[in-house]
Nanobody
Framework: QMQLVESGGGLVHPGGSLRLSCTAS????????VAWFRQAPGQEREFVSA????????RYGDSVKGRFTISRDNAKNTVYLQMDSLKPEDTAVYYC???????????????????WGQGTQVTVSA
């Protein structure tokens, strides 16, 4: 079974950057789609970005397009989320998720993913 661990969250000023990491143990990401979701207090979990590790297809939520970039390092079995031009509304707990067999049209769907990490807090504040 795959275990996912997120890291890299923290406090950053508006306009700043952070890079989140999602590292898998137990299995490699080969054949998986890996996604980032986020959840702010009192709100539903929201799709941020996804990457099909084999083939490299990516998806981004409308609110982060042009500011966030998802990438992978196969040797480290890690997927990254580079977050630039951060805004206060990006404040949330960010979760990494993974699954096999996710079709392209379902990469942004919460229910497509079976494996979840514990989350890492990102706070954007002056």
């Amino acid at each position: 079974q795959m275990q996912l661990v997120e890291s890299g969250g923290g406090l950053v000023h508006p306009g700043g950057s952070l890079r989140l990491s999602c590292t898998a143990s137990g299995r490699t990401f080969s054949g998986y789609t890996v996604a980032w979701f986020r959840q702010a207090p009192g709100q539903e979990r929201e799709f941020v970005s996804a990457l099909r590790v084999t083939g490299g297809h990516t998806r981004y939520g409308d609110s982060v397009k042009g500011r966030f970039t998802i990438s992978r390092d196969n040797a480290k079995n890690t997927v990254y989320l580079q977050m630039d031009s951060l805004k206060p509304e990006d404040t949330a707990v960010y979760y990494c998720a993974a699954a096999q067999g996710v079709i392209l049209s379902s990469m942004s769907r919460l229910l497509s993913y079976r494996e979840w990490g514990q989350g890492t807090q990102v706070t954007v504040s002056a």
